[in-house]
């Protein structure tokens, strides 16, 4: 059973501040995902991880994917308060048949940026 | 982009009743449609999978029969809760892709029963 982990669960950070988000998963992976929820809402796509290496970037969000240690990272740099929200990272097994596109999700980390 | 209309966004009806949910993709083909559901300050569950044309496939531990699922054309699939009570009260999201593209999120359904 694919297990996905996440940690910390809850962060609370300073404006301006660094800080990064783990996601370790059990099993080999095809992709990885990481999704932003705020309350009440959908989840939104942040970034798609397709291979071991891959590394991108989008404002102060940058997500980086290490296919052999099965783990991710959501690197945050110089946060301010609209990150606030709840991140998820997902992944996708190709087990083929019905099983593929199937996600499964880490717990997730509730961020909180204060002053 | 790829979108996904979710509807109701919120629906509060009384126990015993049965709540259609339904999630359509508005420019593109989804081929297969997820259902997930999530309760408050936790992550998101994966219910079932569906296939067009086919019946769908529940996660361990989702009663079929309680939550009834039909994607019978491309760009349509409905979740029926039936005899809902209060403990199905959750938000449930659903999800579409189009053969091995990402899944793209509806906006989710925040279903209370009374």
């Known amino acids: 059973e694919l297990k996905v982990e996440q940690n910390p669960l809850f962060l609370s950070m300073q404006e301006g501040k660094n800080y990064t988000i783990y996601c370790n998963y059990s099993?080999?992976?095809?992709?990885l995902y990481w999704y932003r929820q705020d309350p009440g809402k959908s989840l939104e796509s942040l970034f798609v991880?397709?291979?071991?290496?891959a590394v991108k970037q989008e404002g102060r969000l940058m997500a980086s994917l290490d296919t052999k240690a099965r783990l991710s990272t959501l690197h945050i740099t110089a946060a301010v308060h609209d990150l606030s929200a709840t991140y998820f990272c997902a992944v996708d097994i190709d087990a083929g048949g019905t099983s593929y596109g199937k996600l499964t999700f880490g717990q997730g980390t509730i961020l909180t940026v204060h002053p | 982009g790829a979108v996904v209309s979710q509807h109701p966004s919120w629906v509060i009806c009384k126990s015993g009743t049965s709540v259609k949910i339904e999630c359509r993709s508005l420019?593109?083909?989804?081929?297969?449609m997820f259902w997930y559901r999530q309760f408050p300050k936790q992550s998101l569950m994966l219910m079932a999978t569906?296939?067009?044309?086919?019946?769908?496939?529940?996660e361990q531990g989702v009663e079929k029969d309680k939550f009834l699922i039909n994607h019978a054309s491309l760009t349509l699939s409905t979740l029926t809760v039936t005899s809902a009570h209060p403990e199905d009260s959750s938000f449930y999201i659903c999800?579409?892709?189009?053969?091995?593209?990402?899944?793209?999120f509806g906006d989710g359904t925040r279903l209370s029963i009374l």
């Open positions: 099993t080999t992976s095809d992709r």
């Open positions: 420019d593109f083909q989804a081929t297969t």
């Open positions: 999800s579409a892709r189009e053969f091995v593209q990402p899944q793209h």
């Open positions: 991880l397709l291979s071991n290496g």
């Open positions: 569906s296939n067009e044309g086919s019946k769908a496939t529940y």
